[in-house]
């Protein structure tokens, strides 16, 4: 099977972006509860990075762990550090789950991890990484950089930069970005398209800024839309209006 999709790496001629990191929010996979994984959610959306690996593209991942912990649940007697590292052992739980997920629909994977726990996947190795993709396999990548105080959006952010990918793709669980939560203000307006420095300027949570500023520094667009959309992740690599995009 896996020589099968190496010798198929012709990409499809309504790609756009035909190298491209995937940041997957853990909430994106949980349940209604907002705790675990929704197995109907990671069907669906394994499904859909399936379908665009099958177009050609080089895909790598990024998933949060905040379905099964987020440093800031931890009380104030926690040591920040601490609840960083459980929050980056939570996203391997993340890692593997997709990988088998996509395993069943015949796509290789491999997961690499900043933190080493060669038991159950490979520790990152840039070179290793790129020779991955370069082969049709998606890589995840799990545990953030592998640093306490730095998000997983960062960890997407540097992931983007280090195997030269050509869109940052931010799955999220609203449909793009917007001047205030949606959830909490229904007159909420969003922004189809965003310069870096607006982003920055205005406060807005697309992501965190250190995860702005590197994307910005290396040129590296972002696009912020919704995983559970129809096709979204697809509509997305090939270029089409979706969410908001951010740039120069």
Wanted: a positive charge; proline letters at 2%.
């Amino acid at each position: 099977m896996e020589n099968d999709i190496v010798k198929n790496l012709s990409v499809d001629s309504a790609v756009k972006y035909k190298r491209v990191i995937i940041k997957i929010s853990g909430e994106a996979l949980a349940s209604d509860a907002g705790m675990g994984i929704d197995m109907h959610k990671l069907d669906f959306v394994c499904a859909q990075i399936a379908a665009v690996r099958r177009m050609g593209v080089e895909v790598g991942i990024v998933i949060g762990g905040g379905n099964f912990w987020r440093g800031r649940q931890a009380d104030s007697k926690m040591n920040r550090t601490t609840a960083d590292h459980m929050g980056m052992l939570a996203t391997v739980m993340n890692a593997l789950a997709i990988q088998d997920r996509l395993e069943q629909h015949d796509i290789p994977v491999r997961v690499q991890t900043a933190l080493t726990i060669t038991k159950v996947a490979e520790p990152y190795i840039l070179r290793k990484a790129i020779r991955h993709l370069e082969k049709g396999r998606i890589v995840i990548f799990a545990c953030g950089t592998g640093n306490p105080y730095f998000s997983t959006d960062t960890g997407a952010a540097l992931r983007s930069c280090e195997i030269g990918a050509e869109a940052l793709l931010l799955a999220k669980n609203v449909d793009g970005v917007y001047d205030s939560d949606p959830k909490l203000n229904p007159n909420a307006k969003k922004f189809d398209n965003l310069t870096y420095m607006q982003v920055i300027s205005m406060g807005l949570k697309a992501m965190d800024t250190t995860s702005i500023t590197m994307c910005m520094d290396n040129g590296i667009p972002i696009i912020a839309f919704s995983l559970m959309e129809k096709d979204s992740i697809k509509r997305a690599v090939c270029g089409e209006q979706i969410g908001t995009y951010i740039g120069k």
